[in-house]
């Protein structure tokens, strides 16, 4: 958010002096906190230990301190409450520093809660947001603000913009340590600030659905075979285009490896020459020869004309094996225009790690040659992780599989190229929530809230 972007109406929440309690499981600690502020924990003798300083915290304007001994399962927070008008737009900020927390997403956390002037919960009015019932409002939930990088002395910002429900006249703040042991955090700078209006990115995901036949056998000439639904993809104004798997590939009757080209090479170049005419970005399933090895990659190529990244298949099935391709083992994420984008490729599409590990790295967006897969598990993979994934296959729609289609954050399918040769277009925001009855904005929670890594026990 920049700073010109704020208005004059900026609360500076440190020095509000509303004081308001939510549970009668509150502990105050002895502390001289600013009046609107006090401290909570669930249950008493797990509470961990508050603290006020006036003179600390960055720039020394303050900080909020909680603090943990050696036994486990302490849990606390600071909790804070601010005036807000309904309908309005505010940016929250906070800012932290910690010292012997391991996980921070886990450990550290911030919520926020509406409230109306009775201090009753309050619903979202925005036509937009998903329910169970057509027509039905879902109750505000929680917000949960964004972790953003930290900085050379230690701290570390929070934040997000969000809108105010209309009956909301108060939101409350919390700022958590829980579950471990023998840590501090330290919060400082807290503000909530109104803007003029939400932010918006609006973006052109464009899926093709087309079997390369014929044309010749060389990757130069199947990658050609593209160039007239680049071009209409160009006239629907288009800001990214996905292409199949292995295209360079599909119906030679060559072994993988005989079609394999170096990347940076002649198919990128190629295809560079078309994304900059057009002015947009193309990911392209191809075959990667680096020396002796082989991969299955799909490329990044930019509006510059140039291979922005790439992502090599990690997920291989017995054929590709047998075929001599080399596994990947890292889920890139690039930075574009218009948002940060990750790439799978087909049997990735099998695994759940895949597309999370790509959304954990940040991914907005996921583009995904498929040669086949599950349908249901591209809904799946799209839905878990809230995520758009845009799918470019070789299978026709009557064979009931994987499609060629844009799916959005409930996993459903925004638009679909059902004839081949279509280009199948959708317009999103990636700013836009997409909010779950009971659940909120579920994206937002899952750093704080996914579940450790599973691995296998190898002493059984």
């Not at 209409?232 to 590939?249: C, I």
């Not at 349908?375 to 839905?383: E, K, N």
Request: with cysteine; glycine share 8%; aromatic share 10%.
């Amino acid at each position: 958010m920049k700073i010109e972007d704020l208005s004059m109406k900026t609360i500076l929440i440190s020095v509000c002096s509303i004081t308001i309690c939510l549970s009668t499981q509150t502990f105050s600690a002895e502390v001289k906190a600013p009046a609107n502020w006090h401290t909570w924990s669930p249950r008493e003798e797990i509470a961990p230990d508050f603290s006020f300083n006036p003179k600390a915290g960055q720039n020394d304007k303050g900080s909020w301190i909680i603090k943990t001994d050696k036994r486990e399962g302490l849990c606390g927070c600071w909790v804070g409450e601010f005036p807000v008008q309904g309908g309005k737009s505010y940016h929250f900020s906070v800012l932290y520093r910690a010292k012997g927390v391991a996980n921070e997403d886990k450990n550290i956390v911030v919520r926020l809660i509406w409230r109306d002037a009775n201090n009753k919960s309050v619903k979202h009015d925005e036509p937009t947001f998903t329910s169970y019932r057509p027509g039905e409002k879902p109750q505000a939930e929680p917000e949960y603000p964004q972790r953003g990088g930290k900085d050379a002395r230690g701290w570390t910002e929070m934040s997000d913009t969000y809108l105010a429900p209309g009956k909301a006249s108060k939101v409350i703040v919390e700022l958590y340590l829980q579950w471990r042991s023998n840590a501090k955090v330290e919060w400082s700078n807290v503000v909530l600030a109104e803007v003029s209006s939400m932010p918006s990115r609006l973006v052109r995901l464009a899926t093709i659905h087309f079997q390369p036949k014929g044309g010749g056998n060389t990757p130069i000439e199947k990658a050609k075979l593209f160039e007239p639904l680049l071009d209409e993809s160009a006239k629907q104004k288009a800001d990214l285009v996905v292409l199949p798997e292995t295209l360079t590939y599909y119906g030679t009757g060559r072994k993988m490896v005989d079609c394999a080209e170096p990347v940076p090479g002649p198919v990128t170049d190629y295809f560079g020459t078309l994304a900059k005419k057009h002015n947009f970005y193309i990911v392209a399933g191809l075959i990667e020869r680096e020396k002796n090895l082989i991969y299955n990659v799909a490329v990044l190529i930019g509006p510059d004309g140039k291979v922005a990244g790439k992502y090599r298949k990690c997920s291989l099935p017995r054929s590709e094996v047998e075929s001599g391709v080399m596994p990947g083992h890292e889920y890139p994420v690039f930075n574009t225009r218009f948002g940060k984008v990750g790439m799978m490729i087909c049997y990735d599409g099998f695994f759940p790690e895949v597309a999370r590990q790509l959304t954990i790295n940040g991914a907005e967006v996921i583009a995904w040659p498929v040669w086949g897969c599950n349908p249901l598990l591209a809904q799946a993979r799209a839905c878990e992780n809230h995520v758009y994934i845009i799918s470019s296959t070789y299978t026709d729609v009557s064979a009931k599989w994987i499609q060629s289609a844009v799916f959005g954050h409930d996993g459903q399918i925004l638009v679909q190229g059902k004839e081949w040769g279509a280009v199948a277009i959708a317009e999103v925001d990636l700013d836009k929530r997409l909010h779950w009855p009971s659940l909120g904005d579920f994206k937002a929670q899952i750093p704080s809230h996914r579940p450790p890594w599973v691995t296998a026990d190898t002493s059984l």
